[in-house]
C-alpha cells in the first residue's frame, strides 16, 4: 500500500518539474526577437517554392553571424534549388500537357519530385545548423507562409534566435 503511496508522489514531483521546464521555456520564447524571413526571390515558383532566396544579409542578423557565412550558406540552398527545380518545372509542364488525358495522374511526379526537394533543402539546412548555426545560438528551418501580397503560400527560410540557455556542469 505504502508502494503505490510512493509511486503517485513522485509521479507528481515529475509533473511538477515538467511544468516548471515549460514555464520557463515559455518566459524565454516571450523574449526572443522575431525570426528573421528570407523569401524567396526567384522568377519561378513551384507548389510555393522558389527557384532562388534573397542573399542580401539581414540587419537583423549583425552582430550574429558574419555576412559572408549567411551568403555562403544561402548560396548553397540556392545551388541546390538550381539543380532540382528545372526539372520539377519540366514534370509540370509535361503534367499539364497531359493532364486531361491521364485525369490528374501525370501531375504525381512533379509532387513528389517537390517533395524531395523540399527534404533535400530541409536536410541542408539541418547540416548548416549543426555545422554552424546552433553554436551561434540560430537555427534555420524552411517554413510555409502566407504571402504578403496574395493570399497564396510560399516557403520561406524562418531563422530563430534560440535562447542562450546555462549549461550547469558538476563539480
Keep these: 500500500m505504502m508502494e503505490d503511496f510512493d509511486e503517485i508522489y513522485e509521479e507528481e514531483e515529475e509533473e511538477e518539474e515538467e511544468d516548471e521546464d515549460r514555464?520557463?521555456?515559455e518566459q524565454l520564447l516571450k523574449y526572443a526577437p522575431d525570426p528573421v524571413v528570407v523569401r524567396g526571390s526567384g522568377h519561378?515558383?513551384?507548389?510555393?517554392?522558389?527557384?532562388?532566396?534573397?542573399?542580401?544579409?539581414?540587419s537583423a542578423l549583425t552582430g550574429k553571424v558574419?555576412?559572408?557565412?549567411?551568403?555562403?550558406?544561402?548560396?548553397?540552398?540556392?545551388?541546390?534549388?538550381?539543380?532540382?527545380?528545372?526539372?520539377?518545372?519540366r514534370w509540370l509542364l509535361c503534367g499539364c500537357l497531359c493532364c486531361c488525358c491521364t485525369l490528374g495522374f501525370s501531375l504525381w511526379p512533379v509532387i513528389c519530385l517537390s517533395k524531395r526537394t523540399r527534404r533535400s533543402l530541409e536536410k541542408l539546412l539541418e547540416w548548416e545548423n549543426s555545422r554552424l548555426y546552433h553554436k551561434l545560438c540560430l537555427h534555420w528551418i524552411l517554413s510555409k507562409r502566407k504571402c504578403e501580397t496574395n493570399?497564396?503560400?510560399?516557403y520561406v527560410i524562418l531563422i530563430?534566435?534560440?535562447?542562450k540557455i546555462p549549461i550547469f556542469r558538476p563539480d
Design 44 to 58: 519561378v515558383t513551384v507548389f510555393g517554392l522558389s527557384n532562388k532566396f534573397e542573399s542580401e544579409f539581414p
Design 151 to 154: 493570399n497564396m503560400m510560399e
Design 66 to 89: 558574419a555576412p559572408e557565412e549567411f551568403k555562403a550558406s544561402i548560396n548553397r540552398v540556392n545551388s541546390c534549388l538550381r539543380k532540382t527545380l528545372p526539372v520539377n518545372v
Design 23 to 25: 514555464a520557463a521555456e
Design 160 to 163: 530563430e534566435f534560440l535562447p
